[in-house]
């Protein structure tokens, strides 16, 4: 911490209880404490890019997969032939009522893709849609991924469940320093890579993550 902070006064605005874990993680230190919140805030930023980068390849990797599978059967848009239960569907009349009341014309589809969540995306590719979107359709999103069409999609679910997971603590400015981020960036570039090998290495070489780990302040 600069000296020019009050560690006890800072403290206080950040409340003791959200520093708890900090606190705990070195020795009731409150100056190593509060170091290790500010890289938490950085972590958490690199975080959030990671997954950002991540969720655009994998969620137009899909729309492309979805896109030809209604073709296929007739439909130029996949949106009113999604075979999904009521939490998907919700989600998406939500995406769709929120650009509707936009009064979106150009780039219709592309703005509904982008308005849906990441867990949404991971929503599709779970098991009670094996036979209905993952075999005839969502494998093909992720080429590069197990040979092994079942093993591939609890893999990438798998990877979208963790990625979720530690998206959504980073948005929430919770504690993520006791989590294990190299796995999450492995995670994520894999991810990215199923889709294709050049976007998995776009995320190994500009993700902000390994060089904020680098970075985690030592305990004194």
Same mark, same amino acid.
Not at 130 to 141: D, H, I, R
Not at 199 to 210: D, I
């Given at each position: 911490m600069s000296t020019t902070i009050e560690p006890d006064s800072?403290?206080?605005?950040? $409340?003791?209880? *959200?520093?708890?874990?900090?606190l705990s993680a070195t020795g009731g230190d409150l100056s190593a404490a509060l170091r290790l919140y500010d890289w938490?805030?950085?972590?958490?930023?690199s &975080?959030?890019? $990671? &997954?950002?980068?991540?969720?655009v390849v994998v969620r137009n990797a899909i729309d492309v997969q979805l896109l030809a599978w209604?073709?296929?059967r007739g439909e130029d848009s996949w949106?009113?032939?999604?075979? /999904?239960? $009521?939490? %998907?569907?919700?989600?998406l009349d939500r995406a769709l009522i929120a650009v509707e009341r936009r009064g979106v014309c150009a780039g219709f589809h592309d703005q509904v893709v982008a308005e849906l969540t990441l867990g949404f995306w991971r929503y599709l590719v779970a098991q009670r849609y094996? @036979?209905?979107?993952?075999?005839?359709?969502?494998?093909?999103?992720f080429p590069l991924g197990y040979r092994d069409l079942r093993e591939r999609r609890r893999g990438v679910e798998a990877h979208l469940s963790r990625l979720t997971y530690v998206?959504?603590?980073?948005?929430?400015?919770?504690?993520?320093? *006791? +989590?294990?981020? +190299? @796995?999450?960036?492995?995670?994520? &570039?894999?991810?990215? @890579?199923? /889709?294709?090998?050049?976007? %998995?290495?776009? /995320?190994? @070489?500009?993700?902000?993550?390994?060089?904020v780990l680098?970075?985690?302040?030592?305990?004194?």
């Open positions: 800072l403290s206080r605005l950040l $409340t003791r209880e *959200r520093l708890r874990s900090y938490n805030i950085r972590a958490s930023a &975080v959030m890019a $990671t &997954v950002a980068m991540v969720e209604a073709r296929r949106f009113e032939i999604l075979p /999904v239960e $009521t939490r %998907g569907a919700a989600d094996l @036979t209905s979107l993952w075999v005839p359709a969502l494998n093909k999103a998206r959504n603590r980073a948005a929430h400015h919770e504690p993520i320093h *006791r +989590r294990d981020l +190299r @796995t999450d960036l492995r995670s994520a &570039v894999e991810l990215a @890579t199923w /889709v294709n090998a050049d976007a %998995g290495e776009w /995320v190994a @070489t500009r993700s902000p993550l390994e060089s680098m970075r985690r302040p030592r305990p004194r």
